[in-house]
């Protein structure tokens, strides 16, 4: 009944076809398990430890990536995304991370998360709170690629039988969590806890679900009891121990800092996996995206660095393998599916990432796996302040500074008593301000540019290949602009953008003895000046200026 109660009779039975394309994506699927299970469940699956900073982390850690394509790369026809973990080859760099009580959000629990793991060719890997028990499972889905999650227990005898019975039951590779010394604190499971249908348990721990281990716990609190073994006393040791009692290669997850790796790397574990547990554990740890690229260089050449948390879409594959990752695993995304559509749901969530990810790859130029390189990733300030971006800026800045001295000069011609003798010495200062012998302005866009390539080919760090501007720098010197009279002067330019161009001082007469239709013209129309011959040429253009000036006879506006 309970159970019932949890698997609510809004789950439908199969999507219909119209339900099916309206979750098009994992955040869809997310949003319809709200409408799918209890409150409870909601907030089991979705929710983070205390203030969830770290969940919020992990996305927008995510997002402030971004994809930077090579293009025409010769992409050929083979487009496998198989890889190697552990000896063993999948056809996707994407397995579903463990979680526990999977009962809780679809009846077949478990079960159906392997099923659909089985199909796409990816690990799945049990968690040791799982709902449905090693050998179930085993006897189940005896075909899919399945790893098991543990801790390493108080208990050492009770760990020692758990890995005994992951071995027979042919699992491929143990993973160590080693990030969870209590368990998470949950702000919403204190606001509302969440209380386990009779059915839903840890299978693991009961008996009938084992021998050794399901006798040391079959009480209603079976989870309580396994909380209660998490040891915050752990050491290393106790990986090199888990090490010695068994032949399966072995996986520590939750590594965030590089010095762990190092050490995980010395002791010779065979894999590890970055992680904050999708942040239900530290709150604000740093996002395993963000700490990613240090532990790939530490130890990225004496094992298998793999990642989990945040992972929702194709993108967040693609920077994770970009960026060193040989494999990625999802939780909560999978998870979703679960709960909306059982087997079929993760199968579908599998789908949507895997089609991201083929379709970013292509997009971003990589044919296949080898391709993708950290070239393809930057972060987001990379792009935003660049050297040579920063050039650009600075030129533009100043451009719009002396844009509104012009023009407040202007606005002051018309309104007040024109002081010329101001105006002159104004304009032989600010032509003073340029450099010497500068006798005409050079549009913003033409300088600026030209100016910023020369700073990036000038400054140091671009003597190397430069992380963030590879082609910048590897650009040939750019043509010389065309003759600057060729260029038509443009009505809609930003602030500060002006220029001689007698063509268009003589359209501004024309245009001024038939009536100016655009003010705008005569903003444009200044002359530059020089410091020998300022005073005349400023002159000279201020007359023109006023043919065009509002207050001009032939302006009625
Ligand atoms: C509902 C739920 C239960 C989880 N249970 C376990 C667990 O029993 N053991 C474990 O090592 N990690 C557990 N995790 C963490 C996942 O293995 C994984 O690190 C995390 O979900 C990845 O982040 P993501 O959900 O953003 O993909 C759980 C995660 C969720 C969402």
């Known amino acids: ?190 606001r509302s806890p969440l209380v386990l249908p009779p059915k839903v348990t840890c299978a693991n721990f009961v008996p009938g679900g084992g021998d050794a281990a399901g006798k040391k716990s079959c009480s209603a609190s079976v989870l309580d009891y396994v909380r209660s073994q998490l040891d915050p006393g752990l050491g290393w040791d106790a990986v090199r121990w888990l090490m010695s009692i068994t032949t399966l290669p072995v996986v520590v997850k939750g590594i965030l800092n590089r010095n762990d790796a190092l050490i995980a790397a010395d002791i010779g574990v065979h894999g590890l996996i970055v992680s904050n547990s999708g942040g239900r554990q530290l709150d604000c740890a740093p996002a395993a995206i963000e700490v990613l690229p240090e532990i790939v260089h530490a130890v990225g050449s004496r094992m298998e660095v793999m990642l989990d948390s945040g992972v929702s879409q194709g993108t967040d594959v693609f920077k994770a393998l970009a960026l060193g990752a040989r494999m990625v695993f999802v939780g909560r995304a999978a998870m979703y599916g679960l709960a909306v559509n059982g087997q079929r749901g993760v199968e579908e969530v599998l789908d949507i990432i895997k089609t991201e990810l083929e379709s970013t790859m292509l997009n971003a130029g990589c044919g296949t796996l080898a391709d993708l390189a950290p070239e393809h990733v930057c972060h987001e300030t990379e792009v935003l302040y660049h050297p040579a971006l920063e050039r650009l800026r600075s030129s533009w800045r100043m451009e719009s500074i002396r844009s509104d001295r012009y023009r407040s000069r202007v606005r002051r011609r018309h309104e007040e008593a024109v002081d010329i003798e101001a105006e002159v010495r104004d304009a032989c200062e600010e032509s003073e301000a340029r450099a010497d012998g500068t006798t005409e302005r050079v549009t913003f866009q033409q300088r600026s540019v030209d100016d910023a390539i020369a700073a990036v080919q000038s400054c140091p760090e671009s003597q190397g290949p430069h992380p963030s501007a590879p082609t910048l720098t590897n650009l040939p010197p750019p043509p010389p602009p065309p003759p600057y009279r060729n260029v038509p002067l443009q009505l809609n330019v930003p602030r500060g953008i002006y220029r001689t161009n007698t063509n268009n001082l003589s359209r501004c007469n024309e245009t001024a003895a038939t009536g100016c239709p655009l003010e705008g013209n005569s903003r444009t129309a200044r002359t530059g000046v020089s410091r020998k011959d300022g005073a005349a040429r400023r002159l000279r253009a201020q007359s023109l200026q006023n043919l065009c000036s509002p207050e001009s006879a032939n302006c009625n506006r």
């Not at 098009?24 to 983070?48: F, I, K, N, Q």
């Not at 203030?51 to 990536?65: G, I, K, P, Y």
Request: net charge positive; proline share 6%.
């Open 1 to 190: 009944m309970l159970l019932d109660h949890f698997f609510r009779t809004k789950r439908p039975s199969g999507l219909s076809e119209a339900l099916r394309c309206e979750l098009a994506s994992v955040a869809d699927y997310e949003r319809r398990m709200l409408e799918t299970v209890d409150r409870p469940v909601v907030d089991y699956c979705r929710g983070g430890a205390a203030s969830e900073q770290t969940v919020a982390h992990n996305r927008t850690a995510f997002d402030r990536l971004r994809i930077r394509p090579r293009c025409l790369q010769r992409i050929g026809g083979s487009r496998s995304l198989t890889v190697t973990s552990l000896g063993i080859s999948y056809r996707l760099p994407i397995g579903i991370a463990p979680m526990a009580l999977q009962r809780l959000a679809h009846p077949e629990g478990e079960k159906a998360t392997a099923s659909a793991a089985r199909t796409f060719g990816v690990p799945f890997v049990l968690s040791v709170l799982s709902s449905v028990s090693i050998e179930e499972l085993a006897e189940a889905v005896p075909r899919a690629p399945k790893w098991f999650q543990l801790y390493i227990f108080k208990d050492r005898e009770l760990t020692e039988c758990l890995v005994r019975r992951a071995e027979k039951a042919r699992f491929r590779a143990l993973v160590v969590c080693v990030d969870t010394p209590i368990p998470g604190l949950s702000r919403a499971e204190r």
